[in-house]
């Protein structure tokens, strides 16, 4: 069976789309939502026979799917934005690697966040070499072997928008298979929350990238003062 998880921060508007499409593709499917917020998008997903996982604390995207892996019995989850990123599902499914990422083709996408995309992509491949073949880290479906992403699960640090980056560089420095797949993209820019706060994300971003790259640091407890670590975040906290 299919098992597909959905992070969902107030997603009333967007997320019976995914839902509909998901169900009209995949009648079986196991649907695990895990909801933060404060709108109907629980009653929604109910409607369509999802489970819903209400968290009392914001976890943030990657906290979210997080919990929703540990939730997960199946080999495999499908990991899908709630805004449903594209409609080729079947084409990142049949990926046969420990981690499938649908490579989006972004013409669709307005030039100001293109211009982040590839800058934070930048970022990576500068930061983390080994991560340099990728062009897509950042891509909001991906098909994940559950086993695999529970052995990494104490290393994968980050809750916010850098979670996939974490994912991504955890799988490849224990040598499981990553896979990029070419699908296409769908870009709602209206209830984008990227969008609407664009200045604050790029340097919550860059501030969360530099942080798992000190984590990863051979010099970690060097550079891992507690000093560090509150004006760290201080400043990730005054970008929520």
Same mark, same amino acid.
């Given at each position: 069976m299919l098992c597909v998880i959905i992070p969902a921060y107030n997603e009333e508007r967007r997320i019976s789309q995914t839902l509909s499409l998901i169900k009209q593709k995949f009648p079986d499917v196991e649907i695990i939502v895990v909801f933060e917020g404060n709108d109907s998008t629980p009653e929604i997903v109910k409607k369509f026979g999802g489970i819903v996982y209400e968290n009392r604390t914001r976890l943030g995207k990657g906290g979210s799917i997080k919990f929703g892996l540990q939730l997960v019995n199946e080999d495999k989850a499908l990991v899908i934005d709630a805004d449903l990123p594209t409609i080729e599902i079947e084409k990142v499914i049949n990926g046969n690697a420990d981690l499938v990422i649908g490579y989006r083709d972004l013409r669709s996408m307005p030039p100001k &966040? &293109?211009?982040?995309?590839? !800058?934070?992509?930048?970022?990576?491949?500068?930061?983390?070499?080994?991560? &340099?073949?990728? %062009?897509?880290?950042?891509? !909001?479906? #991906?098909?994940? *072997?559950?086993? #695999?992403?529970?052995?990494?699960?104490?290393?994968?640090?980050? %809750?916010?928008?850098?979670?996939?980056? %974490?994912?991504?560089?955890?799988?490849?420095? &224990? !040598?499981? @298979?990553? #896979?990029?797949?070419?699908? @296409?993209? *769908?870009?709602?820019?209206?209830?984008?929350?990227?969008?609407? %706060?664009?200045?604050?994300?790029?340097?919550?971003?860059?501030?969360?990238?530099?942080?798992?790259?000190?984590?990863?640091?051979p010099f970690k407890k060097i550079i891992y003062t507690k000093t560090f670590l509150r004006v760290q975040d201080w400043l990730i906290n005054k970008l929520r």
């Open positions: &966040r &293109r211009f982040l995309h590839h !800058g934070y992509m930048f970022l990576v491949k500068l930061l983390f070499p080994s991560l &340099r073949g990728f %062009n897509d880290i950042q891509s !909001g479906i #991906k098909l994940i *072997n559950v086993r #695999k992403a529970k052995e990494v699960l104490d290393e994968l640090i980050m %809750n916010d928008y850098v979670f996939d980056t %974490n994912l991504v560089y955890a799988f490849v420095r &224990r !040598g499981y @298979s990553v #896979k990029e797949i070419p699908v @296409s993209y *769908n870009h709602e820019e209206e209830d984008s929350k990227i969008s609407k %706060n664009l200045i604050k994300i790029i340097i919550f971003m860059f501030l969360s990238l530099v942080k798992l790259r000190v984590y990863y640091s």
